[in-house]
DNA sequence: CTGAAAGCGCTTACAG
DNA sequence: CTGAAAGCGCTTACAG
């Protein structure tokens, strides 16, 4: 493509006369003393020409560039993903900072993704993961990283923003509670973080309420749970069709499996809500807000994770390392 | 956080007892001829060192940083844009570079976020779209740009990459035809460009074989497709159920439409595809795989446009700027 | 209020 | 095969 030459502080200082600290400071130094005259000429002149700031040249000379590096693993490709990066963008902004987001590709090492984006020596760095999980960072390389999002440091070196599952899912089985329902189920999604931790949220509400729960069953049958994986919900839901106590909820691990349930509920000819509440996790709204009745869900707290993990990462004082559980909030739609 | 401050080329000139340019040829130059013992002792104390590639300070040498800009129209957010990314991102890494996305809030002219963009000095620049479209670049950074992806330059002064619409609307009703249906209508997406070219194949395949369709439905009453306006697609359904002619397959402008399309026809007690077809575009795979029956669906080109986008932002000689449509490419699933 | 110069960390002719 | 120097476009003490 045509490249244009670009024009630089020395060529507007020569066409207004003076020199280029002058010029650098009428256009970027906001309190640089200089006669009002003075200021005024070198913008038009910038103006005239067409000039644009040399971030890079500026970052040679402070040591860094605008850029906060977002590490992430896998494409950041799912609407989390972009929940957060909106919410580090809009911090970022404010503070006169780019997201330049990173992804590590497949056979990657970690260390490798973080040496890339060191290349272009960001003010700071954020890990962020696709799902909650825990991440082991290389030594050498813990300190390089200013906070984790979604995700804990395995040894707890860097401070950590994740979601308070266990709060959501106590959450969202109170709701349900107070909507009168005594018979709840729960599809979970097996063998990751997220799941057993709700898991737990969901027992204690309902022991802090003194009701039993109908059963809490996996929504694949791998143990790590993938959307490859072989789904087991629709024979869950027949089964607790058919078992003594017909439940009058089901929680269910995402919105997904959620969407699933709606299909096997619709197959026994039965209502939501009238026969039975359905709730669930994530919030994707595409989904959630297009099933029939729309689905009432728990949503994840990606953007607030986002816009605090650039609150750290730019804070003039370091706080020492620490684990923050943010909130789910509760998206009422009708489906209990 | 804690800063470490960074190694240079001259830190390991000094330890190794050579100048810096020996340095920079041992680490950076491949063909920089020099004994194998002094390149080896370099990288050596290199990587003792732990020393990572200043790309700002080689940035300012060059005149431009090793990065390809893509400022896209809102944040880069759906499961297509991903794809876009994805495959800018393979094809930007094998030749060294790093994409670098940049979104346009609302409310921010496209000449303020290309200019940012500018700033970091990128090797080149492309305006990638959420949905197909034309864009109308300011006069002064047409030049800027190298490529649209999913999108056409209202001027035609910048090449463009685009999904092959009313072809993609041509094999589905083929498709559909050679399955043997023969009462096909069409909810299609109102108000967009995408709608109207795809609405054009879909009337020119059912011509080509001598076939009347039973009408082309907007999905929503807005003229502009928005997921926000009501849906008119249960009431098509139904109405389409109670007419002389039922069809005996359904083209959805996109899987969410589908999705709705499912519920209705569930409602109606028909099965998918026994008494009638469904068929879509998008493949927005979460849905169109969790369907039940799976979808069957054309799926956007969009990672062959942001891999093709790539070696055009990168080629030796730049081509005059042309339109080139990708083709969809059919999902079968079983919908069909 | 303004200028001349040094220096950030690189790469690239120019010498030897 | 290697070095010393110039220069990329900025910003920041240091002088006047």
């Given at each position: 493509?045509?490249?244009?030459?670009a024009?630089?502080?020395?060529?507007?200082?020569?066409?207004?006369?003076?020199?280029?600290?002058?010029?650098?400071?009428?256009?970027?130094?906001?309190s640089?003393?200089?006669?009002?005259?003075?200021?005024q000429?070198?913008k038009?002149?910038?103006?005239?020409?067409?000039?644009?700031?040399?971030?890079?040249?500026?970052?040679?000379r402070?040591?860094?560039?605008?850029?906060?590096?977002v590490?992430?693993?896998?494409?950041?490709?799912?609407?989390?993903?972009t929940?957060?990066?909106?919410?580090?963008?809009?911090?970022?902004?404010?503070?006169?900072?780019?997201v330049?987001?990173?992804?590590?590709?497949?056979?990657?090492?970690?260390?490798?993704?973080?040496?890339?984006?060191?290349?272009?020596?960001?003010?700071?760095v954020?890990y962020?993961?696709?799902?909650?999980?825990?991440?082991?960072?290389?030594?050498?390389?813990?300190?390089?990283?200013?906070?984790?999002?979604?995700?804990?440091?395995?040894?707890?070196?860097?401070?950590?923003?994740?979601?308070?599952?266990?709060?959501?899912?106590?959450?969202?089985?109170?709701y349900l509670?107070?909507?009168?329902?005594?018979r709840?189920?729960?599809?979970?999604?097996?063998?990751?973080?997220?799941?057993?931790?709700?898991?737990?949220?969901?027992?204690?509400?309902?022991?802090?309420?003194?009701?039993d729960h109908?059963?809490?069953?996996?929504?694949?049958r791998?143990?790590?749970?993938?959307?490859?994986?072989?789904?087991?919900?629709?024979?869950?839901?027949?089964?607790?069709?058919?078992?003594?106590?017909?439940?009058?909820a089901i929680?269910?691990?995402?919105?997904?499996?959620a969407?699933?349930?709606?299909?096997?509920l619709?197959?026994?000819?039965?209502?939501?809500?009238?026969?039975?509440?359905?709730?669930?996790?994530?919030?994707q709204v595409?989904?959630?807000?297009r099933?029939?009745?729309?689905?009432?869900t728990?949503?994840l707290?990606?953007?607030?994770?986002?816009?605090?993990?650039?609150?750290?990462?730019?804070?003039?004082?370091?706080?020492p390392?620490?684990?923050?559980?943010?909130?789910f909030?509760?998206v009422?739609?009708?489906?209990?």
């Amino acid at each position: 493509m045509v490249r244009i030459v670009a024009v630089s502080l020395s060529d507007i200082a020569e066409r207004a006369g003076v020199s280029v600290k002058t010029v650098s400071g009428a256009l970027h130094g906001g309190s640089a003393r200089m006669s009002d005259d003075t200021r005024q000429k070198v913008k038009a002149i910038a103006e005239e020409l067409g000039y644009v700031t040399n971030l890079a040249a500026r970052g040679v000379r402070q040591g860094w560039l605008p850029l906060v590096g977002v590490v992430s693993d896998g494409l950041i490709t799912s609407p989390f993903a972009t929940e957060i990066v909106r919410g580090l963008d809009g911090a970022a902004r404010s503070a006169g900072m780019a997201v330049f987001a990173v992804n590590h590709r497949s056979g990657q090492s970690i260390g490798s993704v973080l040496d890339e984006v060191q290349q272009f020596r960001p003010r700071a760095v954020a890990y962020a993961a696709m799902y909650h999980k825990d991440v082991a960072l290389p030594d050498r390389l813990a300190g390089a990283v200013g906070v984790m999002i979604n995700c804990r440091e395995a040894a707890g070196r860097v401070t950590a923003l994740v979601p308070d599952e266990e709060g959501g899912a106590r959450e969202i089985v109170r709701y349900l509670l107070v909507a009168g329902r005594r018979r709840i189920a729960f599809i979970n999604l097996p063998g990751i973080l997220a799941g057993t931790l709700r898991e737990m949220g969901f027992r204690a509400a309902l022991e802090e309420a003194g009701i039993d729960h109908l059963g809490v069953f996996p929504a694949v049958r791998r143990s790590v749970y993938s959307d490859r994986a072989p789904s087991l919900v629709a024979s869950h839901v027949e089964a607790l069709l058919k078992s003594g106590q017909r439940p009058d909820a089901i929680l269910c691990g995402n919105d997904r499996v959620a969407m699933e349930v709606y299909a096997a509920l619709a197959r026994a000819g039965l209502r939501i809500p009238d026969d039975i509440a359905v709730a669930s996790f994530d919030n994707q709204v595409e989904i959630a807000s297009r099933l029939d009745p729309p689905l009432t869900t728990m949503a994840l707290p990606h953007r607030a994770m986002g816009r605090l993990a650039m609150e750290i990462l730019l804070a003039e004082q370091p706080e020492p390392p620490h684990l923050r559980k943010l909130p789910f909030h509760l998206v009422e739609r009708a489906s209990v």
